[in-house]
Protein backbone atom coordinates (compact mmCIF):
# COMPACT_ATOMS: atom_id res chain seq x y z
CA UNK A 1 0.00 0.00 0.00
CA UNK A 2 1.52 3.54 -0.85
CA UNK A 3 1.22 6.07 1.86
CA UNK A 4 0.41 9.44 1.48
CA UNK A 5 3.80 11.19 1.85
CA UNK A 6 5.46 8.80 -0.78
CA UNK A 7 2.50 9.91 -3.66
CA UNK A 8 3.51 13.55 -2.84
CA UNK A 9 6.81 12.61 -3.30
CA UNK A 10 6.10 10.92 -6.89
CA UNK A 11 4.13 13.72 -8.31
CA UNK A 12 6.37 16.47 -6.87
CA UNK A 13 9.20 14.41 -8.42
CA UNK A 14 7.76 13.98 -11.32
CA UNK A 15 7.42 17.66 -12.25
CA UNK A 16 11.46 18.11 -11.90
CA UNK A 17 13.12 19.24 -14.53
CA UNK A 18 16.35 17.14 -14.74
CA UNK A 19 19.24 18.83 -16.89
CA UNK A 20 20.29 17.37 -19.82
CA UNK A 21 23.08 15.24 -20.10
CA UNK A 22 26.15 17.77 -21.36
CA UNK A 23 29.53 16.36 -23.77
CA UNK A 24 32.74 15.94 -21.99
CA UNK A 25 34.60 17.57 -24.33
CA UNK A 26 36.95 20.31 -23.53
CA UNK A 27 35.38 23.83 -23.66
CA UNK A 28 37.07 26.69 -23.26
CA UNK A 29 36.65 28.78 -20.36
CA UNK A 30 38.22 32.46 -19.15
CA UNK A 31 37.62 34.50 -15.70
CA UNK A 32 38.19 37.93 -15.77
CA UNK A 33 39.61 38.29 -11.86
CA UNK A 34 39.55 41.71 -10.23
CA UNK A 35 42.85 44.41 -11.41
CA UNK A 36 42.47 43.05 -14.83
CA UNK A 37 43.99 39.94 -15.14
CA UNK A 38 42.63 36.63 -16.32
CA UNK A 39 42.83 33.32 -16.30
CA UNK A 40 41.61 30.85 -18.73
CA UNK A 41 41.85 27.12 -19.92
CA UNK A 42 40.29 24.06 -21.36
CA UNK A 43 37.88 22.47 -18.82
CA UNK A 44 35.76 19.09 -19.37
CA UNK A 45 32.65 19.90 -20.78
CA UNK A 46 29.72 19.49 -18.31
CA UNK A 47 31.51 20.94 -14.73
CA UNK A 48 30.40 23.57 -13.00
CA UNK A 49 31.95 26.92 -13.70
CA UNK A 50 32.69 26.30 -9.97
CA UNK A 51 34.33 23.48 -10.55
CA UNK A 52 36.47 25.15 -13.42
CA UNK A 53 37.27 27.61 -11.08
CA UNK A 54 39.37 25.58 -8.97
CA UNK A 55 40.83 23.86 -12.12
CA UNK A 56 42.32 26.65 -13.11
CA UNK A 57 43.38 28.21 -10.18
CA UNK A 58 40.71 30.89 -9.39
CA UNK A 59 39.37 31.33 -5.45
CA UNK A 60 36.29 31.93 -5.58
CA UNK A 61 33.74 31.68 -2.38
CA UNK A 62 31.07 29.07 -1.96
CA UNK A 63 30.02 29.02 1.66
CA UNK A 64 27.24 26.12 1.25
CA UNK A 65 29.95 24.16 -0.48
CA UNK A 66 28.16 24.26 -3.72
CA UNK A 67 24.72 23.32 -2.80
CA UNK A 68 22.76 26.65 -4.21
CA UNK A 69 21.57 28.30 -0.89
CA UNK A 70 23.77 30.77 -0.15
CA UNK A 71 24.63 32.92 -3.42
CA UNK A 72 28.27 33.86 -2.46
CA UNK A 73 29.30 31.96 -5.78
CA UNK A 74 27.15 34.30 -7.90
CA UNK A 75 29.38 35.52 -10.96
CA UNK A 76 28.74 37.57 -14.06
CA UNK A 77 28.50 36.13 -17.77
CA UNK A 78 30.67 38.37 -19.93
CA UNK A 79 30.30 36.42 -23.33
CA UNK A 80 29.13 33.04 -24.09
CA UNK A 81 26.03 32.53 -22.07
CA UNK A 82 24.45 30.19 -24.16
CA UNK A 83 27.66 27.99 -23.21
CA UNK A 84 25.81 27.29 -19.89
CA UNK A 85 22.97 24.89 -19.40
CA UNK A 86 20.22 26.65 -18.56
CA UNK A 87 19.05 28.01 -15.06
CA UNK A 88 17.00 24.87 -12.87
CA UNK A 89 16.12 24.22 -9.84
CA UNK A 90 16.28 26.73 -6.66
CA UNK A 91 19.06 28.83 -8.95
CA UNK A 92 16.80 31.53 -10.41
CA UNK A 93 15.29 31.96 -6.80
CA UNK A 94 18.53 32.19 -4.77
CA UNK A 95 19.72 34.75 -7.83
CA UNK A 96 16.81 36.63 -7.62
CA UNK A 97 15.08 38.22 -10.87
CA UNK A 98 17.09 41.35 -11.32
CA UNK A 99 20.63 39.23 -10.80
CA UNK A 100 19.48 36.82 -13.14
CA UNK A 101 18.34 39.26 -15.51
CA UNK A 102 21.29 41.02 -15.37
CA UNK A 103 23.27 38.19 -16.50
CA UNK A 104 24.39 36.85 -13.29
CA UNK A 105 24.86 32.94 -12.34
CA UNK A 106 25.74 30.69 -9.52
CA UNK A 107 29.04 28.83 -10.12
CA UNK A 108 27.86 25.82 -8.11
CA UNK A 109 24.98 25.05 -10.58
CA UNK A 110 25.91 26.46 -14.09
CA UNK A 111 27.16 23.96 -16.10
CA UNK A 112 29.66 24.17 -18.95
CA UNK A 113 28.53 23.14 -22.67
CA UNK A 114 30.23 25.45 -25.09
CA UNK A 115 32.83 28.41 -24.29
CA UNK A 116 32.29 31.04 -22.18
CA UNK A 117 33.93 34.65 -20.26
CA UNK A 118 33.15 35.00 -16.96
CA UNK A 119 33.75 38.34 -14.54
CA UNK A 120 34.49 37.49 -10.94
CA UNK A 121 33.08 40.03 -8.75
CA UNK A 122 35.53 42.51 -6.41
CA UNK A 123 33.33 41.32 -3.49
CA UNK A 124 35.04 38.12 -3.82
Known sequence: ???????VGRRIGSRVRRPAPVSTEPVTVAFQLAGGAVRQGPVEGG????????ELGVDLSHYCGGRCS??????????GAEGLTAMVGNEAMVLG??????????ACQARLVGPVVVRVPEWF
Open 1 to 7: MVQAGQR
Open 47 to 54: RTLLEAAR
Open 97 to 106: ASRADAGQRL
Open 70 to 79: CGTCRVEIVE
